[in-house]
């Protein structure tokens, strides 16, 4: 109990600048949030709507947010200096699911990142948060076909340094070392996703249109896929060999769930267009399209399977076309251990990554303790001409469910041979992530 009181009292005093941190910035989300006393667990990209889930055949993202649903969150300590924000939040939160069919959630991540070597000139640290919002309106739920909105903004800011500044990018990394940021600046507000959700043959096929991210529907890892809560690397967060993924553009996208394991996604995107611009470069004519057959069994937390096989291909304004290959795969045992791996191949031209490997293993359930999560992992990339090095990445962290709404752990890095740096060297990156769960 002693313990405990500490803890709580330490956190708390940890957390004091927080506040005005969040005063400055705007709301945004990441994956699934809502509710802080649910699970954080392996969330996907978008919020779903709230449906009634047909008995027959389910979507792959509505069978895995249906199992994520029933995992407590079990923290660590029964307190919550939150608490007198999250709960009303929660409250506020179940009363609209229900009367409106509207389910809101937001979370803030502070990370602070070192790197033991830089080049010359380069400063050493980097501390930054980002605020996620995220939503979902049910509009109509038919007998066969429903409608939906879905929105994601984001809000990411550096602490006490110029919002110009990106570790990753000064290290000369090719891979993304902090995807809470990924590559350039801070940008203070930008409308990620947005979009209409139409579902026909009783939500066995899905069309999305309006502003989508294509890493939703393609190469959808469980594991290690959520920069806010699991790996932060780019290559832990999607396979960098195909090249807009991570894109949040205007463009489109289809589900199709064949059998109750087998599915195919397809998506079209914008390659022209950023998070923080519209859909008007839709005109330019240049295009990412991908798809992905997959197969998956079971559900999170009680023996998860995913197999996916991807093929893409693009027109960019400055390198050019490209087309690729990607496959993907999951095995969590009923243990907690949940082996992954990712590798992908692309053309020289249409993206900076020719090849990408990925290998890691999780445990969703580290000392019996449901909210928390370990992983490991080795990556290794290629980049074509324009790059420098083939990089390699080491990367482990722990998350600790501290309290309902909060997580805390650490994370560290070896970057080795960064791709675009002028010397070839070797840097390890501890840092410390928090997320708060609003």
Do not use: C
């Amino acid at each position: 109990m002693k313990i405990s009181k500490y803890l709580g009292r330490w956190i708390l005093v940890a957390l004091v600048g927080s506040p005005v941190t969040l005063a400055a910035q705007s709301t945004a989300s990441s994956g699934i949030t809502g509710d802080s006393t649910r699970t954080s667990q392996m969330d996907p990209h978008a919020m779903p709507p709230v449906f009634k889930m047909s008995p027959g055949v389910m979507q792959e993202l509505d069978t895995v947010e249906t199992a994520l649903a029933m995992v407590p969150a079990d923290p660590l300590l029964k307190g919550d200096p939150f608490g007198f924000i999250t709960r009303p939040s929660d409250k506020g939160v179940s009363w609209l699911e229900e009367n409106s069919r509207l389910r809101l959630g937001a979370t803030y991540t502070v990370i602070n990142q070192y790197a033991t070597e830089t080049p010359p000139d380069v400063r050493h640290d980097q501390v930054s948060g980002r605020l996620d919002f995220n939503g979902n309106l049910a509009v109509y739920d038919g007998e066969s076909t429903s409608g939906s909105i879905g929105l994601l903004v984001r809000s990411g800011t550096n602490i006490g340094m110029s919002q110009q500044f990106n570790l990753s990018d000064e290290m000369g990394s090719g891979v993304f070392l902090n995807s809470l940021q990924g590559g350039g600046e801070q940008r203070p507000i930008t409308l990620n996703i947005l979009y209409w959700r139409q579902d026909f043959l009783h939500k066995r096929l899905s069309i999305y249109v309006g502003k989508v991210h294509p890493n939703q529907y393609i190469g959808l890892s469980l594991y290690n896929d959520d920069e806010t809560t699991q790996f932060l690397n780019g290559v832990d967060n999607g396979n960098l060999t195909v090249p807009y993924a991570g894109a949040f553009a205007g463009g489109a996208a289809v589900e199709y769930q064949f059998t109750p394991h087998l599915y195919l996604h397809s998506v079209a995107v914008d390659t022209v267009g950023q998070p923080q611009d519209g859909i008007a470069t839709l005109v330019d004519k240049k295009y990412f399209e991908a798809t992905e057959l997959g197969w998956f069994s079971g559900k999170p937390g009680s023996g998860f399977q995913s197999l996916r096989l991807a093929f893409w291909r693009d027109d960019t304004k400055d390198l050019g076309s490209g087309f690729g290959v990607g496959f993907g795969f999951d095995h969590e045992y009923r243990n907690g251990w949940a082996p992954f791996g990712r590798i992908g191949f692309a053309t020289d031209t249409g993206g900076l990554i020719k090849r990408a490997d990925a290998l890691g293993i999780t445990n969703i359930r580290p000392f019996g303790r449901q909210g928390d999560m370990f992983g490991v992992a080795m990556n290794y990339t290629e980049p074509n001409h324009s790059g420098r090095h083939h990089e390699s990445l080491f990367e482990t962290f722990y998350r600790l469910r501290l309290t309902n709404s909060i997580e805390v752990g650490p994370d560290l890095e070896v970057s080795i041979h960064p791709t675009y740096a002028a010397k070839a060297y070797t840097s390890l990156l501890p840092s410390a992530r928090m997320r708060i769960i609003f």
